[in-house]
Each structure stands twice: as C-alpha cells, then as structure tokens.
C-alpha cells in the first residue's frame, strides 16, 4: 500500500511542477492578449497592423523570458480584422539554444493556391480558442507548414470588436519533456504525461514514445490518473498517469 | 606503415555520404565533413590512402581547388597528412574518437520525440532494404552479410562494435541493390554514430541484438522477404527503445544534479 502513495505522491509533485511551469507562461500570454483587447478599442474604425506594433516586442521578452518551454509566439488576426490583408499572422521563433539575438520571423505560406498554404483559419489551435472564448493548450500536433515539429500551442483569446485574435506560444515536446523528467525522477512504474486524445507528451517508459497515440492495452492498465491542473482542466487538459506492470 | 589505396567500394560510400551534412556550410566544408563522417563510420581507416587529388575532386564533382581547401581543414585537424612525390598523397592518419562525455551530451539533447523520429525513419530504411535483399542479395552479399554479423557479435570494444553494426545495415541496403536506399541509410548510421550507446554492461541486451542480426540474414539467405522485412523492423525497434532508454537516464541523472 505504500508502494502506491508513494507514486501517487509523486505524480501530484510532478503535476504540479508541469502545471506551474505552464501556468506561468499562460499568464504572461494573457497579458499580452489583454494588451491587444485595448488596442483595438482605442483604434478608431477597423485598425490598421501598426495598431499593433507593440507586440513585436511584448512578443520577443516573452519568449526569452520563457525560453525554458517556449520555442516561438505569435499572434494570428481574425479574418477581416485588419484594413490591410484578410489573413495576417505573426509569429517569431527563438533562436537556437547558444546563439543570441531577437526571435526570428517565421513566414508562412497564405496563398491558398499554394500545396504549402498555412489556412491557420481551420486549424485546431485557432479554432478551438475562437469558438470557446477561452484559453486552451491545444496538441501535440505537428504544425507542418509552420515549424514542422511536433508541438504543443498554448492559445489566449484576445476578443476585438472586429473580431477574436488568437495569440499563441508554442511548447516543444522535447522541452517539456526535460521537465517532466526532472520533476518525475522516477523509472518504475511506468509514468505518462497524456494530451487530449490520447497522445503521448512524454513518459518515462522507452516503449511510449512522444508524440504516439497511447494503445489500448496500456490504457487498460492505468493504476493512478490525475489532472495535470485539477484547478483549471479546460486551460491544460492534461493527465498524468502511472501503468500496472 | 604500408598505405593501402583505399577501395572502390570505400569511395563509392563516401560519395553516397553527400547530403547528411548540415545546411549552411560551403562545398569545401561540405566535403571536410563528408571525410570525417567516413572515417567516424569507419569507411575510412587510419593507413588508407586518398585517390590523387585530381581523381578525387572529378568523383566529388568539385574543383582541385575547393577540394585542397578540404584537405587543408582535414590536414589542421590531424586528420590526415599529406607528402609530395610519386608515392605521394593523403593518408588517413587517425579515427575519430568522440569522447564519452560527448556523446552522452549529444544523446541526453536529443529527445526522445527525435529519436523516435529517427527510429522511424531506420525501421522504414532498414525494413524495405531487409525486404529488397531477400529476393535480390547474391551469394557473395548474403556470406559478407554473415561476415559482418559475426564480428560483430565476436567484437568486445564498445566502440568497434558499433562501428560493425552500422556497417551490417548499410551492408543490408546494399544487398538490396538500391543506392538510394544505401545512401539513406549511410546518413541515418552516421547521425546515430554521434549518440551514447552505452557500455555493454546487459550482455543479455547485447546479445538479444547479435540474435536479430542473424534472423535477418537467414531470412534474406532463406529469400524470405516478408521474414526479413519483419525482422529488420522488430532490430530497430529495439535499438530504438534502447537508445530512448540511455536518453531517459541521462535525462534525470542531469535533473538530480541540478
């Protein structure tokens, strides 16, 4: 019996170290978003992008601030929002571990003509944020035609009058992974740090891999299974979850 | 020391190595890393002598020039040497050793989503290549294939070993007689040449390996393509889940030294 506390016991200390680390990040985000909520109010009519050219460097310290999680940030306008393009996105990614200097521009491809077009409009993690009106971690998902890695986006809703922008941070899974493992420090049983639909953000077990879908038989054998961030599991739906032998 | 040309097979591997470099360097720097990767792969061995210089530019396809920049960062790093005259040339004058502490960094910064994707990536190669020499290695493939599988498991130096099991896949693309394939391969063998493969402390694991090795060639030497491809994937899996395994380790060992 105190086999299992003691693992209980860590999964919560792990939940929490996770859950702080995120928590953190999406509180500076949410600044930012509020930031881009009265900008637009105090525009007058439909903005133009230099409304906004705040967030280049609100942007740029939050990465380096995060820069333990974070790999890269941005904003994505609501269709039609701004007087200049129907579809705008902005987002930076940090520079290489090592390696100093501003967060670089990322381009995407918004030719809806070209087999690279980046419609962000349909994908999840502008989605999902839009129509709830709440922040969201959506993933992991592999953003191809954006970083092309697998990657977990946490999303803040910035409502405008002109309509609901979507400001994101982007999570690497190999990134989260050193957290979860330093925080776990443990080998026996079998741990998995679990996304919404069942895919795996990282675990302590060489056979479940990052980024797979967990199987069935293994989700048969689930001893323990706690909320990752039990005070607000729609913002972080994640579960950590320790395996029978 | 007697120098030995080295052989047509050799230069053929090393043209294939063209492509694993990373982005951004020059044609002269590319070519430097092409050499090194040979050598770290074992393709190339200390007393094997370069074609001349005219030769081997032509089969690199770059000019005498570009090719003596190459040789100049090769010769700095004591890498090679080079003498004038008729028996003259460049000699391979060591291997690269990539110290322990090296390669443990390298493994615990990759992560284990990388090294999935790179496990993929090999059991993918390693399998359709397995599949393909069932029905086309010779003879001659299928006794080198048993060869190789051999001396690796007869090889007691970690790093040696290594070296054996690399060559044993490249060897099984090659018998598929696909040179993208082979080529593939070779880069997949020299990026995972750069990780912690750890000290054979399970001789149980390490033999469970030289097992899959020979399943493999009986299969192909059985021209049982289906029983090849099987167990060419179930080989990676397994060096997979090995190598996420060490990178699991060292992870949290660099966690409780913090």
Redesign the interface.
Same mark, same amino acid.
């Given at each position: 019996m105190r086999d299992v506390e003691t693992v209980r016991a860590t999964l919560e200390r792990t939940a929490e170290a996770i859950s702080f680390s995120i928590g953190s990040v999406f509180e500076d985000l949410e600044k930012i978003a509020g930031a881009v909520t009265a900008a637009a109010f105090n525009a007058r009519g439909v903005p133009r992008r230099s409304a906004f050219h705040f967030l280049k460097q609100d942007l740029a310290d939050f990465i380096s601030q995060h820069s333990g999680v974070i790999v890269g940030a941005g904003i994505a306008y609501a269709p039609g929002s701004l007087a200049e393009a129907p579809h705008w996105l902005e987002w930076w990614r940090a520079q290489p571990a090592g390696s100093s200097g501003e967060p670089r521009f990322v381009t995407h491809d918004l030719n809806p003509d070209s087999l690279n077009y980046y419609d962000y409009t349909s994908r999840e993690w502008f989605t999902a944020p839009s129509a709830s009106g709440k922040p969201v971690a959506v993933g992991p998902y592999v953003d191809f035609g954006g970083i092309n890695? !697998?990657i977990i986006t946490l999303c803040v809703p910035a409502p405008t009058p002109h309509g609901t922008h979507i400001l994101g941070g982007d999570l /690497? +899974?190999?990134k989260l992974? =050193?957290v979860f +493992?330093?925080? +776990?420090?443990l080998?026996d049983p079998s741990v998995v740090l679990l996304g919404p639909n069942g895919r795996v953000i990282?675990? !302590?077990d060489?056979?479940i891999?990052? =980024? /797979?879908l967990i199987l069935d038989d293994d989700m048969r054998r689930v001893e323990e299974s706690l909320d990752v961030s039990p005070g607000n599991p729609t913002r972080l739906p994640w579960k950590l979850i320790s395996l029978r032998q | 020391m007697q120098n030995t040309a080295i052989s047509t097979r050799a230069l053929d591997l090393l043209l294939l190595l063209r492509g694993s470099e990373p982005e951004g360097l020059g044609r002269a720097d590319q070519v430097s890393y092409q050499i090194e990767t040979a050598i770290l792969m074992g393709i190339l061995a200390e007393g094997d002598r370069l074609p001349t210089e005219s030769v081997l530019a032509g089969e690199l396809g770059i000019s005498p020039i570009t090719l003596r920049q190459s040789l100049a960062a090769l010769r700095t790093k004591g890498l090679i040497e080079t003498s004038r005259g008729r028996s003259g040339g460049s000699v391979i004058r060591r291997q690269i050793e990539l110290t322990d502490t090296q390669l443990r960094h390298k493994l615990r910064d990759t *992560?284990?989503? *990388?090294?999935?994707?790179l496990g993929d990536l090999r059991a993918a190669i390693a399998s359709m290549s397995a599949r393909l020499a069932a029905s086309r290695a010779d003879p001659q493939n299928v006794a080198h294939l048993m060869d190789l599988a051999k001396r690796h498991a007869d090889t007691a130096d970690e790093r040696a070993r290594r070296r054996m099991d690399s060559r044993f896949h490249v060897a099984v693309s090659i018998a598929s007689q696909s040179s993208r394939l082979t080529s593939a391969a070779l880069q997949l063998e020299a990026e995972l040449m750069t990780l912690w493969w750890g000290h054979a402390e399970k001789s149980s694991s390490q033999s469970i390996l030289a097992q899959q090795h020979m399943a493999i060639v009986d299969a192909i030497k059985e021209r049982d393509p289906d029983a090849a491809a099987e167990a060419a994937e179930l080989h990676s899996r397994s060096e997979t889940?090995?190598l996420?395994?060490q990178h699991?380790?060292l992870?949290?060992q660099?966690?409780?030294d913090?």
């Open positions: 890695v !697998n /690497t +899974l190999a992974e =050193g +493992l330093r925080a +776990l420090q080998r990282a675990s !302590n060489a056979r891999a990052s =980024g /797979t | *992560s284990t989503e *990388s090294l999935r994707d889940e090995y996420i395994e699991l380790k992870t949290m660099a966690g409780e913090a």
